[in-house]
């Protein structure tokens, strides 16, 4: 069965540090993965999406992929308490989404 | 920006009653989803449709069905409401036709309560 993944946490991470958020999948043929940020109480909304190895950054996100360990993380630099949310790790398995169950993340002031 | 609305954000049903959960989305998507989201599960696939009038079972399509007749709306039917179908209930949609890159755009959600 393909599946993804995560540490349900919560993650607690000071403001300012650099939160690291993880994820491993067991299907290798897993081409895409993707990373959504969930409030409580309000739906996913996706922030990144990686498709080949290697880093990924868009501000102060950076993706990561590394198939030949099936790994994938999201780094979260400056980390505000608005960074604070659960984290969705999504593989996209033969255009089938395999979804992680999330880690949640708290930010500390 | 793409939107995505559900009609309902909140319902309360007597278990076998019928529940109807519309979702309409206004950017032309071709793709789109129901999931059911419950704590420590992550999001599960009920149904999806990639074009009007087609639908496709997701992983969970049991004591459910959906329609579509027209692109913009796909809805979610419960033809006897059980009380393990209280849950959160996400429709989505994406912009590709016969495919699914995961870039899916959420609706706001809609939580049901079967008693």
């Known amino acids: 069965q393909k599946e993804v993944e995560q540490n349900s946490g919560p993650l607690s991470v000071p403001e300012g540090a650099i939160a690291s958020l993880n994820c491993t999948y067991s299907?290798?043929?897993?081409?895409?993965f993707f990373w959504y940020r969930q409030y409580s109480g309000k739906s996913p909304e996706l922030i990144m999406s990686?498709?080949s190895n290697g880093d990924k950054e868009d501000g102060r996100f950076t993706a990561q992929l590394n198939k030949a360990s099936q790994y994938v993380s999201l780094l979260i630099r400056d980390s505000q308490p608005s960074d604070s949310a659960t984290y969705l790790c999504v593989g996209d398995s033969n255009y089938q989404l395999i979804w992680g169950a999330g880690t949640k993340l708290i930010i500390k002031p | 920006d793409v939107k995505v609305t559900q009609s309902s954000r909140y319902l309360v049903k007597r278990t076998g009653e019928k529940v109807f959960l519309e979702c309409v989305q206004d950017?032309?998507?071709?793709?789109m989803f129901w999931y059911r989201q419950d704590p420590g599960l992550g999001l599960r696939l009920i149904y999806f449709s990639y074009d009007v009038k087609m639908k496709e079972k997701g992983d969970i399509p049991e004591g459910y069905s959906v329609s579509r007749e027209k692109k913009e709306r796909f809805s979610l039917i419960l033809e006897s409401a059980s009380t393990n179908q209280t849950s959160m209930y996400l429709c989505a949609s994406s912009p590709l036709a016969g495919g699914n890159t995961g870039e899916l755009f959420f609706g706001e959600g809609s939580r049901l309560t079967v008693l």
């Open positions: 950017m032309d998507h071709e793709n």
């Open positions: 299907d290798r043929g897993s081409q895409s």
């Open positions: 990686i498709y």
